[in-house]
């Protein structure tokens, strides 16, 4: 069956840096575009980054452009979300989703505080 497995959330400072980690199993990971979203608590969920199947194409919301990078491993089944300079407005669930027919991870927590 398909899942999507994510890792790397957790407390940081303002201004710091996390990568997190999505590996997908159960389909042919190369064949789909990925994407990041996010939910703050009470907010809808949005979408971060995607990034097409041979990993060149890439787009941001503009809220993170400079800030995040989208990145990913078909060899390894994982895309990746290098954060940098994070804010206390990042704080939210991250979510990784395969597109068309979309699937979604559980979500993992990043927290921005001092």
């Known amino acids: 069956q398909v899942q999507l497995v994510e890792s790397g959330g957790g407390l940081v400072q303002p201004g710091g840096s996390l990568t997190l980690s999505c590996i997908g199993s159960?389909?042919?990971?190369?064949?789909?575009?990925m994407s990041w979203y996010r939910q703050a608590p009470g907010k809808e969920r949005d979408l971060v980054a995607s990034i097409g199947r041979l990993g060149i194409s890439t787009n941001y919301a503009a809220s993170v452009k400079g800030r995040f990078t989208i990145s990913r491993d078909n060899a390894k089944n994982t895309v990746y979300l290098q954060m940098n300079s994070l804010k206390p407005e990042d704080t939210a669930v991250y979510y990784c989703?395969?597109?068309?027919?979309?699937?979604w991870g559980q979500g993992t927590q990043v927290t921005v505080s001092a």
């Open positions: 989703k395969r597109v068309y027919p979309d699937y």
């Open positions: 159960g389909f042919t990971f190369s064949s789909y575009t």
